[in-house]
């Protein structure tokens, strides 16, 4: 649960900026419920917009990566539906909380798809706080390495229509074999027109490992805070690969590319080895179907987010 905290911290962050890229006013919420000692050091000390030493710039940077990531499955996501799909499945969503902060379609059915224990404190926290799903929002608890699949079916999935999928933080947190079988079920589950947005590379693109790509990104708040589902380097089949040999059309994006698009250029002032995570590739893919010949914008363009 500790990456799920970060993300939900990083988001509790970027809701002070004067321009925030995401507005997730739940975040705080659940991040008091859980009152995590690192993640709650990292809120109480700030974000410093004008950075003046290694620990601000850390802070800084790791906010501009989390919200830049986060803006763009927000826009994947709004695409898809604006072109007309209205099942959407969240895997290993943990904490996050798009079906309440997001603006969905009616007739929209969000499944979230992650362990009994994560799901269950996110609910709890904002039931507590009296907070409502934007839309029909269905819960799976299971995890990515059990039987997921027939569970979400049980939930309502239908196959047979498309469906926007979404893997968040996922590909550096499952073993290869879990990792690889997620992908083929994906696959499986996908009606011509489904869309997926994740991430297509392991957490340090260089080949560094996971103990030294997390070290070189961290604030001290966040220093012995638990780490090791980013430790799997085993074998895997990078997603895009997954998803092109089946006849899907992809399109990738590095967190660089990404953070000049919203107006959050990382510049020339990184902390030594935050280059893993500025070249991070992030992947939208489309399995085609004449459905998206008279949609108004395909989710694989650059359109913009509704917040």
């Not at 659940?30 to 850390?58: K, R, Y």
């Not at 590739?281 to 010949?293: E, I, N, Q, V």
Request: hydrophobic residues 40%; contains cysteine.
């Amino acid at each position: 649960m500790q990456i799920g905290l970060t993300i939900a911290a990083m988001k509790a962050l970027e809701v002070r900026r004067a321009q925030p890229l995401l507005f997730d006013a739940h975040a705080r919420t659940i991040l008091d419920a859980v009152a995590d000692p690192h993640t709650q050091a990292l809120l109480d000390i700030g974000l410093h917009e004008n950075p003046s030493t290694a620990n601000e710039l850390s802070t800084h940077l790791l906010a501009n990566y989390v919200a830049a990531m986060c803006r763009y499955y927000d826009e994947s996501l709004l695409a898809s539906v604006t072109n007309g799909i209205r099942q959407v499945v969240l895997l290993a969503g943990g904490l996050d909380t798009r079906a309440y902060r997001l603006s969905w379609p009616a007739g929209t059915v969000v499944y979230e798809v992650d362990y009994a224990e994560v799901l269950t404190v996110k609910m709890k926290a904002l039931d507590n706080a009296g907070a409502e799903p934007q839309t029909t929002q269905r819960m799976v608890l299971c995890g990515l390495g059990e039987q997921w699949q027939a569970e979400l079916t049980l939930a309502g999935f239908d196959p047979d229509i498309p469906t926007a999928w979404l893997a968040e933080c996922v590909v550096c947190n499952l073993p290869g074999g879990s990792h690889d079988t997620m992908f083929e079920r994906i696959i499986e589950m996908s009606a011509p027109g489904s869309i997926i947005a994740t991430d297509n590379d392991p957490l340090a693109p260089s080949g560094r490992t996971w103990g030294e790509a997390v070290d070189a990104v961290l604030p001290d708040a966040l220093r012995g805070a638990d780490y090791s589902a980013l430790a799997h380097r085993d074998e895997r089949t990078h997603p895009g690969d997954w998803l092109s040999g089946h006849g899907w059309l992809t399109r990738t994006y590095t967190t660089r590319e990404l953070a000049e698009r919203y107006g959050r250029p990382f510049g020339n002032e990184l902390v030594p080895g935050f280059d893993d995570l500025a070249d991070r590739r992030f992947l939208t893919a489309m399995l085609p179907t004449d459905y998206l010949a008279h949609s108004t914008e395909s989710p694989l363009s650059d359109g913009p987010a509704d917040q």
